[in-house]
Structure formats: C-alpha cells, structure tokens
C-alpha cells in the first residue's frame, strides 16, 4: 500500500470542494443518516461531508497516523473487509482511494455489501492533470514525469474517469457520474509551502523520491537521470521567478464523482 504523509494530504486537497459542492449533488448529502468516508486519511472529505450532511459521519482508515486527525467517529480497518456489519450505512463513498487500490473492483462490492443505498467514489484521472507555468519548460516536464510516474505503478491511477463501468460490474444500478476540476494555483505572495515545493525542485528531491517507481516501468536510468536535471534547472529558475514576485502557477486535477444505488 502507498504511503501519504499528512502534510501531503493536507496541501494536496487545500481548497478541494472549497469553491463549488455540486459535483456532489448526486450524493443528496442533506437527507443521509449515515456515512462512512473509506480511506479518509487526514479527513479531508470527512469535514466536507460533515458540514453538508446531518448524518453521522464516520471516517475509516488503515493507517491510525493519519486517523489520528479525523475527529471521531472514526475507525481504523480495510477497505476490504470493512469492520461494520451489512447494511449499516445509506452512503459509503471513498475520495482518491480506489486509484491507489490493485483490486478497486473488490472495494466497490464490500461497500454495496454496507450500504443501504448509495455507493459513490471521487476519483481522480491521473493523466489527464494539467500544469501550466510562467517557468517555461515546467508544463512539460511535469507531463513527462506523471507520464513515467504512471507507466511504473501497478494501480489504475486514471481509474475516475472509467469508474462507472467498475460500479456497474460490481452490481450497483443507476449510476450516475459528476466531473469537479480541483485547481491549484501559486501565485505570490508565496506560501511557505510554494517556497519549499520549489526548493525541492531546484534540489530534485521530490523526483528522486519517485525514482524507483519509475524505473519499474518502461524509463531507462538515463532517461530518469536526464529528466532530473531539466528538471533542477526548471527549479532554479522557479525560484529566480519567486525572488522577482514573477512566478504563476496553475494545475487542474481533473475528480469524478461516479454514484450508484446498492443491489437490495
Ligand atoms: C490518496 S489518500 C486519500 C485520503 C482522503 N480520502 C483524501 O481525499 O484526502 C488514500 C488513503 O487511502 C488509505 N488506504 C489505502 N489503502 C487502504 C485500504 N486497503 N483500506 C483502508 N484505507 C486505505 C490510505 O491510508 C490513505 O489515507
């Protein structure tokens, strides 16, 4: 299983659902009585969903660090084996947690098997993520690392788009599927994170991080040694841009939300 530190969670959805819930109507989050968040890690969804609905809402992880900053009710166990008995919830939903399972298939029957009602997942499409940037070669190289990033994982990290047919095979009906755009910007005056994002690239830390994952799929070493480099310069000049207040960036991740109604 993938690890996620907090802090990665807590940057990565900032301003997630902040702008525009609609995407979420399908959930009918104001008539539920009971929701379990799956993989809710630092509760990034489970605050969300605890200010629209007036359901009880329960987050469940695997991993009791980031559990730890969920308020309760929260629950540490598998996605796979959920710790609650059949029919307990009238909406299990899970956000950015089925592209990081092998078998997302399985989840999507063992939430059927807890839900009364609805079933739903926010999903991301991984490679379709845009990147635009006043550093001029950044879009570029950072389509080019996802793209080897991709090609090394053995999960479906585009799975969002694609959803529906998973629910559909799983037995759920009526399935239904919303498109939400998280965006992301830096734009100054820069955060202390922005600050630090760009010293890791300058440095290329974060990519050294990823570099075993990408030689596990098609990448030669000099290909991933060549993209570092490109890379580290990108950074220096991002932060040469930050020094003169100059340095804009924009990223969209595109989130689906796929619903269905659970077999009876
Ligand atoms: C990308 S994070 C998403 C967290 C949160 N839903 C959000 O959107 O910020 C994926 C989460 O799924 C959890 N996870 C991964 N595999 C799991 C499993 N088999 N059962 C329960 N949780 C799991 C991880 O611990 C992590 O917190």
Avoid at 232 to 260: C, K, L, N, S, W
């Amino acid at each position: 299983m993938r690890e996620f530190s907090a802090e990665y969670l807590e940057t990565t959805r900032a301003g997630m659902w902040a702008d525009s819930r609609e995407a979420l109507a399908d959930l009918d989050l104001s008539a539920r009585e009971r929701v379990l968040d799956v993989g809710c890690g630092t509760g990034e969804l489970t605050r969300v969903l605890r200010e629209e609905s007036p359901a009880e809402v329960v987050g469940l992880d695997a991993d009791r660090g980031l559990l730890a900053s969920v308020d309760p009710p929260r629950l540490q166990g598998d996605a796979l084996s959920l710790p609650v008995a059949d029919d307990s919830f009238d909406l299990v939903v899970c956000q950015a947690l089925l592209v990081n399972l092998p078998d997302p298939a399985a989840a999507v029957a063992e939430f059927a098997r807890v839900s009364t009602d609805l079933v739903a997942a926010i999903e991301p499409n991984n490679a379709a993520v845009s990147v635009t940037s006043s550093a001029d070669p950044e879009a570029h190289l950072a389509q080019r690392a996802r793209e080897l990033y991709l090609q090394g994982i053995s999960t479906d990290a585009t799975l969002g788009a694609d959803a529906a047919g998973v629910f559909e095979a799983a037995g759920l009906t009526d399935v239904t599927t919303a498109r939400y755009d998280h965006e992301r910007r830096i734009d100054p005056p820069y955060s202390e994170h922005a600050v630090e994002a760009a010293r890791r690239k300058a440095s290329g830390e974060g990519l050294a991080t990823d570099r075993e994952t990408m030689l596990a799929g098609d990448a030669t070493p000099e290909e991933v040694d060549d993209l570092r480099e490109a890379w580290r310069a990108m950074g220096r000049d991002v932060i040469a841009q930050m020094q003169a207040d100059e340095y804009h960036r924009r990223e969209v991740v595109p989130f689906f939300v796929t619903a269905g109604s659970a077999p009876e």
